[in-house]
C-alpha cells in the first residue's frame, strides 16, 4: 500500500505558476513509479507528467515547456512545477502511484493503484 498526500493547489490568474506537491508514504527506488494526473469538470481524467527512473520524465503535449516534474526521493515525495498556466489547466490535480519493475504507459490512469485525493488547481483569465 502507498498512500499519497498532495498538496499546493489554489487559484492563481493566467501567467501564473503554481507548485504542487506529493508525499509517498513509501518509495522503492527502481520500483516506485510516480505521476500527475488531473482532471477537469466534465472531462476524462488525463496524464500531465510521469516520472520513470531509467528515461528523461515524460509530459503531456499540454504540458510540456511549462511543466516540470521532479521528485525527492530522500523525502519520498513528486513535485509539479507549474508556469505560464492557462484556464484550460483548471482541474483537480491526482499525484499516482505504482510499484512495479515496469510500466507500459507512464501517462495511462489504469498503470496506478494508488491515488492521492487530489488538489484543486483554477486558472483565472
Known amino acids: 500500500q502507498v498512500q499519497l498526500v498532495e498538496s499546493g493547489g489554489g487559484s492563481v490568474q493566467a501567467g501564473g505558476s503554481l507548485n504542487l506537491s506529493c508525499v509517498a508514504s513509501?518509495?522503492?527506488?527502481?520500483?516506485?513509479?510516480m505521476a500527475w494526473f488531473r482532471q477537469a469538470p466534465g472531462k476524462e481524467r488525463e496524464g500531465v507528467a510521469a516520472?520513470?527512473?531509467?528515461?528523461?520524465?515524460i509530459y503531456a503535449d499540454s504540458a510540456k515547456g511549462r511543466f516540470t516534474i521532479s521528485r525527492d526521493i530522500a523525502k519520498k515525495t513528486l513535485y509539479l512545477q507549474m508556469a505560464s498556466l492557462k484556464p484550460e489547466d483548471t482541474a483537480v490535480y491526482y499525484c499516482?502511484?505504482?510499484?512495479?519493475?515496469?510500466?507500459?504507459?507512464?501517462?495511462?490512469?489504469?498503470?496506478?493503484?494508488?491515488w492521492g485525493q487530489g488538489t484543486q488547481v483554477t486558472v483565472s483569465s
Open positions: 499516482a502511484a505504482e510499484n512495479k519493475w515496469a510500466i507500459t504507459n507512464p501517462l495511462s490512469g489504469g498503470e496506478y493503484s494508488y
Open positions: 513509501t518509495y522503492t527506488p527502481g520500483r516506485t513509479y
Open positions: 516520472i520513470v527512473s531509467s528515461v528523461a520524465p
